[in-house]
Nanobody, 122 residues
Framework: VQLVESGGGLVQPGGSLRLSCEAS????????MYWVRQTPGKGLEWVSC????????AYKDSAKGRFTISRDNAKNTVSLQMNNLKPEDTAVYYC????????????????WGRGTQVTVSS
């Protein structure tokens, strides 16, 4: 399993970033996919998820209305469009694979990549 995130960076409050994740080593459309994040001293925090064929997506309350998750099963990619970013969104963002056999956004994930840093600061 390989998950490679990209697209992070430094952005001012109110700005936007689009994170992307390229997946390989498994049958991508068999898995629910997640974006999770981690800040220093805290564990992994679920941000968003999308079911196998994009039928359902879900978001952490603080991300609703600002973030949009999408996936392209033909390209084995999952993306997170983040708008109106806030300083509290600062974190390392990881793409994560849901548990084998799960078809729901149940916040259960087993594998994640190395992450991409998002810093929101003026």
């Amino acid at each position: 399993v390989q998950l490679v995130e990209s697209g992070g960076g430094l952005v001012q409050p109110g700005g936007s970033l689009r994170l992307s994740c390229e997946a390989s080593g498994f049958t991508f459309d068999h898995y629910v996919m997640y974006w999770v994040r981690q800040t220093p001293g805290k564990g992994l925090e679920w941000v968003s998820c999308i079911t196998r064929y994009s039928g359902t997506s879900a978001y952490k309350d603080s991300a609703k209305g600002r973030f949009t998750i999408s996936r392209d099963n033909a390209k084995n990619t999952v993306s997170l469009q983040m708008n109106n970013l806030k300083p509290e969104d600062t974190a390392v963002y990881y793409c994560a694979r849901g548990r084998q056999g799960s078809t729901l956004c149940d916040t259960q994930f087993d594998d994640w990549g190395r992450g991409t840093q998002v810093t929101v600061s003026s």
